[in-house]
């Protein structure tokens, strides 16, 4: 099974960028689609969005004009942008790793990294 | 958007005993194609990501004990657990994949 390392900064600011990466390792992105999920504190979850290894999206149309999502094969990274980011965006933040067919049974997932905003 | 409506918010079942879990959508998830239910279920543990339980409504992942069980068609779905482990206490989450892939908002299970 694949693990998924994720990193970031666990604090931002009002108005600015969340940017996380997430680390693939012992497999391969391709052939695969990933997608990023979020937890606030003590609450449920948020599907964010998926992007497939080629690099087609689809992102969860809450979110959809603050969001980019992008896959560097050659590093086995995918990475994910949440910009004009506010308190309501303090969540844990989970990478998930689909299959090949479906975005959606996910087998693997990063072990979460909380991010908080503020100033 | 599809909304999905997790029924108890909590419940406390003794060890040995069944725990149902009701999920339901606000509208139809069966999936055409293959006449099959857009339906997930999640288990998720304090500290821990989410782990897939079931798929389909009613597939259970590799792996799973078979005292996890799915059922439920169209609006109104069920997870069932039986013969209760102290290692089920967890927050069990449904998904549904047919639009966007929203959840319910959980339900907390405790073993007594």
């Known amino acids: 099974q694949v693990q998924l390392q994720m990193s970031g900064p666990g604090l931002v600011k009002p108005s600015e960028t969340l940017s996380l990466m997430c680390t693939v390792s012992?497999?391969?992105?391709?052939?695969?689609?990933w997608s990023w999920v979020r937890q606030p504190p003590g609450k449920g979850l948020e599907w964010l969005g998926y992007i497939y290894f080629s690099g087609t999206t689809l992102y969860n149309p809450s979110f959809e004009s603050r969001v980019t999502m992008s896959v560097d094969t050659s590093k086995n990274q995918l990475s994910l942008n949440l910009n004009s980011v506010s308190a309501a965006d303090t969540a844990v933040y989970y990478c998930?790793?689909?299959?090949?067919?479906?975005?959606?049974?996910?087998?693997?997932w990063g072990q979460g990294t909380l991010v908080t905003v503020s100033s | 958007d599809i909304v999905l409506t997790q029924s108890p918010d909590s419940l406390a079942v003794s060890l040995g005993e069944r725990a149902t879990i009701n999920c339901k959508s606000s509208?139809?998830?069966?999936?055409?194609?293959?006449?099959?239910?857009?339906l997930s279920w999640f288990q998720q543990k304090p500290g821990q990501p989410p782990k897939l339980l079931i798929y389909w409504a009613s597939t259970r992942e590799s792996g799973v004990p078979d005292r996890f069980s799915g059922s439920g068609s169209g609006t109104d779905f069920t997870l069932t657990i039986t013969s209760l482990q102290p290692e089920d206490a967890a927050v069990y989450y449904c998904q549904q994949y047919y639009d966007i892939g929203t959840f319910g908002q959980g339900t907390k299970l405790e073993i007594k």
């Open positions: 012992g497999g391969s992105i391709s052939g695969y689609y």
């Open positions: 998930a790793k689909g299959q090949s067919d479906t975005y959606w049974r996910f087998d693997s």
């Open positions: 509208q139809s998830i069966l999936y055409s194609p293959n006449n099959k239910n857009s």
